[in-house]
């Protein structure tokens, strides 16, 4: 009876991955709410049931259910990512320096639970902290070109525009496919009035991001200003 039990929830944990594996988030969830009451001492279905939850925008509930997958199994590092993502969807990023700190003891060679720590300090404007973090994340990675952009993020919220451009040039010297760096490099340009540079850094980041109406919207500013009247109202029809 034990065996024939433990196939029925396994079914139940493999129905749902399928579901998840093809986003149907909603089965899914059913799958493993059915698992959970059937054996609620199991810290995978209330993991995968977190993963449902989160790409339903549900971050509460996801949060709820990595916690009580952590309290089942505190060892598993991803449950920590787990929940830290879902609170700094919820902007409680105190909380998520706390899972990022678990998961990087755990797991000191993950580089993104290092980056989105960084981030988090950030976001609670703990500038020192989140450039240290950055400085251990070059160190250790130097191709890692989102540590050099996020730096440079840091710097605009201090208003060291210099430092910024700096670290943007690095960040787009390591990638120049990213998207985000050309716009934020443009956004700066435009912040000095440097039209035909604004215009030339927003024409990048939309060839890589065509559909961007903001970047479109600010290289019609450029343009206005570059006298450029014709591809201004081309930029703010495509907007539009």
Sequence with gaps: VCSYAQYKVDRLILSGRVALHYEDYVLSIQYFNQAISKKPYLWEPWQLRAIAKYYLDDWNGAEADASKAIELNPYITGLYDLRGISRIR????????EDYSKAITLEPDNRNFWYNRAACYMELKSYDK???QLDTVISRWEKYAPSYLLKAEVYLK????LAAERWIDKSLQIDSFNANAWRVRAGLALHKEQWKAADMYFSKALHLKPKDAGSLINRALARLRLNNLRGAMSDYDEAL
Aim: proline share 0%; glycine share 6%; aromatic share 6%.
């Design 90 to 97: 919820q902007e409680r990023y105190e909380g998520a320096i």
């Design 158 to 161: 201090t208003k060291d525009t």
């Design 130 to 132: 989140a450039l240290l």
